[in-house]
């Protein structure tokens, strides 16, 4: 991974056009901020997160999602690049946490316990991710479901030229019967029944179809099946928060283990 952050300003004009671009539009604003940090490294990041950058330094990928979104998301994007203050990044390139957080576990504590936005969702780590347990004990399935998951979407979002929003739009359209969309329904079914295997809950009936939701029809669990999802999540929740209390160890965060 490359470390541009704190480039001195000779290294910066060795990219002359993009350097003037900057130069242009980024150095008259700065000459006027009160912070001399940013008045002074003009060419520099204001905000440069130097913990997250130090996070992912060892990793060529990471997770995102993006902050205010209808679909909530997570996606793998190369970690050479400035990540915008606009994504929650997730410091893992393991593929049973994107199959994870892609779970219908994981969007349905997010919208639950989230604000929103009109009709979109804000993604706040602190209420989702941070308070949302964590399997216990991994499923080797996830991995595999993964890497599928991803390279599937991937490929179905080149051929089709969309992107995730315009994709999830057609996996929630019963009209939409193509084979790549066909084949990511089915592949998200999966990594939900191997979700449910790895919290010790084989009883749940992890059957997705066409269903009315609070944002409009869903190819999902019945409503019936989410809110039994909630409510052991949310039990599991009190459950963990009190073995913390009393001392307990509690999952490392944000791995999994893979088993």
């Known amino acids: 991974m490359i470390n541009f952050h704190d480039w001195p300003e000779e290294r910066a004009q060795s990219y002359p056009e993009v350097?003037?671009?900057?130069?242009?539009?980024?150095?008259?604003?700065?000459a006027q901020n009160s912070r001399a940090a940013r008045r002074d490294r003009w060419w520099q990041f204001a905000e440069r997160a130097p913990k997250l950058y130090e996070a992912v330094r060892e990793l060529d990928r990471v997770l995102v999602v993006a902050r205010v979104s209808?679909?909530?998301?997570?996606?793998m994007v190369p970690t050479g690049q400035v990540m915008n203050e606009k994504i929650v990044v997730f410091p893992t390139d393991q593929p049973e946490m994107l199959a994870f957080l892609?779970?219908?576990?994981?969007?349905?504590?997010?919208?639950?316990?989230?604000a929103t936005l009109k009709?979109?969702?804000?993604?706040?780590?602190?209420?989702?991710?941070?308070?949302?347990?964590?399997?216990?004990?991994?499923?080797?399935t996830l991995r595999d479901l993964g890497n599928l998951l991803g390279d599937t979407r991937t490929k179905i979002m080149r051929e089709r030229g969309e992107g995730l929003t315009k994709l999830y739009n057609a996996i929630h359209d019963d009209?939409?019967?193509?084979?790549?969309?066909?084949?990511l329904r089915d592949i998200h079914e999966s990594?939900?029944?191997?979700?449910?295997?790895?919290?010790?809950?084989?009883?749940?009936?992890?059957?997705?179809g066409f269903?009315?939701?609070r944002r409009g029809q869903?190819?999902?669990?019945?409503?019936?099946?989410?809110?039994?999802?909630i409510d052991r999540l949310l039990e599991l929740n009190h459950g963990r928060h009190n073995s913390e209390v009393e001392g307990a160890a509690s999952p490392s965060r944000p791995h999994m283990s893979a088993g």
Do not use: C
Not at 175 to 183: K, L
């Open 70 to 75: 209808r679909t909530a998301m997570p996606a």
């Open 211 to 213: 269903h009315k939701v």
């Open 19 to 30: 350097f003037d671009i900057v130069e242009r539009l980024v150095k008259p604003v700065r």
């Open 175 to 183: 009209s939409v019967i193509d084979s790549g969309v066909r084949q």
């Open 102 to 114: 892609d779970s219908t576990f994981h969007s349905l504590w997010a919208w639950n316990y989230s």
């Open 119 to 140: 009709t979109d969702l804000q993604y706040a780590p602190s209420d989702v991710f941070e308070t949302l347990p964590l399997p216990r004990t991994g499923n080797t």
């Open 218 to 229: 869903q190819h999902t669990l019945a409503p019936n099946v989410q809110v039994e999802i």
């Open 191 to 208: 990594v939900d029944r191997a979700i449910a295997e790895s919290y010790g809950w084989p009883d749940l009936d992890i059957t997705h």
